[in-house]
Every structure is written in C-alpha cells, then in structure tokens.
C-alpha cells in the first residue's frame, strides 16, 4: 500500500516547511511547493509561483493522487495604511486568497473520485479584527470564509476542509513586523511567548491526517490568547 501524500505550499520556509518535516516523519510522500527555498526542503521539491494561477491545475495533475493540500503560503507588506501600492494588493489577492482556491478545485475531482481527502488552510488571527495590513486581513478573513463554503460544497463527497489560525509564530513573517507590533500583540500572549512553527504544523496535521471525520468547516485557533489590536 503506498503512503498518503501531501501537498504543502509555502515549505521552503516557516510553518510551511515544519508542516512538511511533520508530514515527512510520519511517513507522508511530501510535495513542497515555494516560489523560492532559502535552504533546506522536504520531500519532493516544486518550484512555483502562486501569483501564476493557470498553471496550478496542470501541476496538481502531474503530482498524481493527493490526499491532503496545506495551503499555508502568503504575502505581508508592512505599508502605512491607505498608502498601500496595487501591485502588492494584487499580488495579496492573488496569493493569500485566489491561489488557495484555485488549488482546492484542482485537487477536488479526484477526491471527490475517491470520496476522501482533506484540506487545511492557514489563516490567522488577523481574520478576527481589524488589522493594520488592509489586505492582508482581509484576505485572512475571506479564507476563513473559503473554508466554510468549501467544507460545504465538498463535505457530502468525503471532503474535510477546516483551517487554523495562528498568533504571533516565530517567522520571518513575523520578524519583519516593527517592534512596536510585536509589543502591542505579545501583551494579550498568555504565555508571553512566541508560538514556535512545530506547534502550528502539529495541527495542521492533526487536521490534515487525524482529526475526526466529524471536524469540518471549522478553524483552530493557534494563539495563547493573542488577537491583534
């Protein structure tokens, strides 16, 4: 019997690469997939850029049989608010939103074939308030919608689609911030800590390979208490 396979976006850095060392020790074939590794990768390495949207359909085609997809890549740009340039919204958008749902439809046919397969999107607790990043907010919001109408559309077929939100997680996401940012959110942290990316990958499997069939539609907060302000 050949192992499961995953599908994990952003890998070459972050959560998405401790999301594919988590997926690679329990035995998962791993595709990671990044527009650039800054150094190591797991499993079988694809080169892409999400910004290239019709190409995605034909590249999940060629991986063959996936059974879970982590999307987990996205852009921030710290611009001041209202002074945001259109080339870095777009390619928010295009990112954080259009490319995740584009690669759900690509992987549902044959999941839908199969009547199994499970999907987990990265959000963040941006999506909950509102955020100095305009669109980067927004587009953590709208995924969270995303996963609802698809856990939906797709959960009579077998299909569980749920997502996670993660707080202040040890990143270069997250390091790029001002500092003025990290103090303002790290002061509602019950722990008072950074979340470390091992700790988000751990439930993006748990939601990707054991959760039960019953978790649908639904988003786990990862974030000791942290919501930005």
């Not at 987990?72 to 954080?96: K, M, Q, S, T, W």
């Not at 199994?116 to 919001?141: E, I, Q």
């Not at 990143?171 to 940012?181: G, H, I, K, N, V």
């Not at 303002?184 to 054991?210: C, H, K, N």
Request: proline share 6%; with cysteine.
């Amino acid at each position: 019997m050949s192992s499961p396979s995953v599908l994990v976006t952003g890998a070459g850095r972050g959560i998405g690469l401790a999301t594919a060392r988590v997926f690679a020790a329990a035995g998962w074939q791993v595709w990671s997939l990044d527009k650039e590794f800054a150094g190591d990768s797991v499993g079988e390495r694809v080169d892409f850029d999400l910004r290239q949207r019709d190409g995605l359909a034909a590249l999940v085609a060629s991986l063959g049989a996936i059974d879970t997809l982590v999307n987990n890549a996205a852009v921030l740009y710290c611009d001041p608010f209202g002074a945001i340039p259109d080339e870095h919204r777009d390619e928010i958008l295009a990112v954080n939103l259009l490319a995740p749902a584009a690669l759900i439809d690509a992987v549902a046919p044959a999941m839908k074939a199969r009547r199994a397969g499970r999907v987990v999107n990265v959000s963040s607790v941006s999506a909950f308030t509102g955020h100095p990043d305009l669109w980067y907010g927004v587009t953590k919001a709208a995924l969270l919608n995303l996963t609802k109408s698809y856990a939906r559309a797709l959960g009579p077929h077998g299909i569980l689609v749920n997502a996670v939100a993660p707080g202040p997680t040890r990143t270069a996401m997250y390091e790029q911030l001002p500092q003025s940012r990290k103090d303002d959110v790290m002061r509602a942290v019950y722990s008072g800590r950074e979340g470390q990316p091992e700790e988000v990958a751990e439930t993006i499997f748990w939601l990707g390979s054991g959760c039960p069939e019953y978790v649908n539609g639904t988003t786990v907060d990862v974030n000791n208490g942290s919501y930005p302000r």
